[in-house]
Structures are given as structure tokens and as C-alpha cells.
């Protein structure tokens, strides 16, 4: 069970305190972006994100996105804020968090990879050896039948 086992978990990405990064020795944050950054397909940063990010960008964290959606849904995401990003990385493999690391030059154990699911971004992250923070789901717009039937193992998952 501990590869699927969160290392942290946290409401909203904003309640992350950024000392936390630093105190774990975090240089390289991974985001997923459906309900992580934004609601599922919005374009737009979640109320308060831009904010948080701004300030862990001004702290001087390298950060980048990797996402399973679509390569124009991330391209479209990320036209204002200019991060490497890899698109239907299939996670919960941890092949395109590795491809993330080796092209900005870190380890594992100074990368943390932050989303909201635990059959995605948590069992990628602890594949590979990462940090792995848990997020809640900003919203519960309908994502799919598969990201539903993932909803209700992590239910499972989290009431054991
Ligand atoms: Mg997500």
C-alpha cells in the first residue's frame, strides 16, 4: 500500500507553506494540472494559485508540469506562464517524471511532484522516487468514466 501513500496531503496547493519545500531539501516541483493548478479543463489558475506560484517562483524553485491530458489542453494551460511541460505522460508511470528530471538537471530526492490523484501523480511520484503531495480535487466536474472509477478505489484507498 505505501506506493500509493502520500507523502503529504494538503486541501489546495496554496496551503503548502513554501518553507516546507526548503526544509525537505526540494530544488524541482512537478505540478500535475486538472483539478491540481485549475478545475478540469479550465484554462484559468484557480483562484489564489497564481499568487502561491508566483511566490515559490520568486523563492527560486524550478517548477514544470506534466500532465495526462492533452498536448493542447497543457499548451493552452500554460501560455501565460512559460514552464517545460510534458503532456499525456501516463501516470501513474514515473518514465515522464524521469524525463522532467534528467532534462533540468535533478535527483529525485530534491524533486516533489504535487496532484490530486492517487493512481496518477502519488503512485508516479513514489515510483520514482520523488516527494509526493496529495492535493483535494478542486472541483468534481465529470472527468470521465476511468478517473471515476480512480475516485472511488482512492476512497477506498483513504478509508483504510
Ligand atoms: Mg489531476
Avoid at 17 to 25: A, Q, R, T, W, Y
Avoid at 53 to 64: H, M, T
Wanted: hydrophobic share 40%.
Amino acid at each position: 500500500m505505501s506506493i500509493l501513500q502520500p507523502d503529504l496531503h494538503f486541501k489546495n496547493v496554496t496551503e503548502i507553506n513554501i518553507d516546507l519545500f526548503k526544509e525537505k531539501n526540494i530544488k524541482f516541483i512537478i505540478f500535475d494540472i486538472d483539478n491540481t493548478l485549475a478545475e478540469f479543463n479550465n484554462p484559468d489558475l484557480y483562484d489564489g494559485v497564481k499568487a502561491w506560484l508566483d511566490s515559490v517562483l520568486d523563492a527560486g524553485f524550478k517548477c514544470c508540469l506534466v500532465s495526462n491530458n492533452c498536448r493542447t489542453r497543457v499548451e493552452e494551460f500554460n501560455k501565460n506562464l512559460g514552464f517545460y511541460t510534458i503532456s499525456r505522460a501516463a501516470k501513474p508511470f514515473s518514465f515522464m517524471l524521469k524525463r522532467a528530471l534528467r532534462k533540468h538537471g535533478y535527483k529525485p530526492e530534491n524533486t516533489c511532484v504535487i496532484g490530486d490523484q492517487i493512481f496518477s501523480d502519488i503512485m508516479a511520484a513514489n515510483l520514482g522516487g520523488m516527494l509526493s503531495i496529495l492535493v483535494d480535487p478542486l472541483s468534481d466536474a465529470y472527468e470521465g468514466k476511468f478517473v471515476e472509477f480512480k475516485r472511488k478505489l482512492e476512497k477506498f484507498v483513504i478509508t483504510r
